[in-house]
C-alpha cells in the first residue's frame, strides 16, 4: 500500500520567515495530494491540495509543488504568522471510482515565533 | 459554510461496551469516510462508504467495526466491543461524487476514550 513520510517533524521559525514541508509517497498512482492543517484538539482542515496533472499551485501566502518523477510534494507558506502555529498534515490518494482514501504523513508541528 | 459534524464530541466507555460515533455529513456529499487518529500519532483511514455499502477498508477496519447510514443524513460507525487501543479521536468525513479526487472536509471529530 501507499507510504507517506514527512520532514521535518517540528519546525520553528521567526514570524515573517517562510517555512517548507516536504513528503515523499510510494505509490506510483497516487495522482492527488491535499494539505491539512490541525490546530490542537481541533479537525484536520483542507488548505490546499494539488493534482499531479499540475507542477505548483499557489493559494496567497501557500504554494505546494509536486515532482512526481521522484515522488515528493512540498508545502512552502511565505510570510508565516503565529495564527499558522499548527500541525500539518500531507496526504496522498490514489485514482478510485468510490472516493479516494488518504494515506496521511506522521505531520509537521509548526511554531512560528513573534 | 457546511460542515460535517460529529456527536458526541467525547465518549467514555468501559473496555468490551459497544459504542456508536454519529456523523452528519454535508448534505450533498456523497462519499463518506471514516479517520481515526491515536493521540500524538497520524491521521489512519479506516473506511469509506459510497452508494450504501463500503468501497474500501483498511486492516483497521476488522471485523469489531461497521457502518452503517441508517437514513439520509446520519453516517455511524460502530465498534461491536471495544478495546483499550479504540482510545482515538475519530474523524467522519465527506466529499462531493462529481468527479475524483474531491476534497475532503472533516469534522471535529470524537474523543473516544476505553477504560
Known amino acids: 500500500g501507499e507510504n507517506v513520510e514527512q520532514h521535518p517533524s517540528t519546525l520553528s521559525v521567526q514570524e515573517g520567515d517562510s517555512a517548507v514541508i516536504k513528503c515523499t509517497y510510494s505509490d506510483s498512482a497516487s495522482n492527488y495530494f491535499p494539505w491539512y492543517k490541525q490546530e490542537l484538539g481541533k479537525r484536520p482542515q483542507l488548505i490546499i491540495d494539488?493534482?499531479?496533472?499540475?507542477g505548483e499551485k499557489k493559494d496567497q501566502r501557500i504554494a505546494v509543488t509536486l515532482n512526481k518523477t521522484a515522488k515528493h510534494f512540498s508545502l512552502h507558506i511565505t510570510e508565516t504568522q503565529p495564527e499558522d502555529s499548527a500541525v500539518y498534515f500531507c496526504a496522498a490518494a490514489r485514482p478510485n471510482n468510490a472516493g479516494n482514501m488518504l494515506t496521511f504523513g506522521g505531520g509537521t508541528r509548526l511554531m512560528v515565533k513573534p | 459554510e457546511p460542515e460535517v459534524t460529529q456527536t458526541p464530541s467525547h465518549q467514555v466507555t468501559q473496555m468490551g461496551q459497544e459504542v456508536i460515533l454519529r456523523c452528519v455529513p454535508i448534505?450533498?456529499?456523497?462519499?463518506f469516510y471514516w479517520y481515526r487518529q491515536i493521540l500524538g500519532q497520524k491521521v489512519e483511514f479506516l473506511v469509506s462508504f459510497y452508494n450504501n455499502e463500503i468501497s474500501e477498508k483498511s486492516e483497521i477496519f476488522d471485523d469489531q467495526f461497521s457502518v452503517e447510514r441508517p437514513d439520509g443524513s446520519n453516517f455511524t460507525l460502530k465498534i461491536r466491543s471495544t478495546k483499550l487501543e479504540d482510545s482515538a479521536m475519530y474523524f467522519c468525513a465527506s466529499s462531493p461524487g462529481t468527479a475524483r479526487n474531491q476534497p475532503q472536509h472533516f469534522g471535529d471529530g470524537t474523543r473516544l476514550s476505553i477504560l
Open positions: 448534505s450533498n456529499h456523497l462519499y
Open positions: 494539488i493534482r499531479s496533472n499540475v
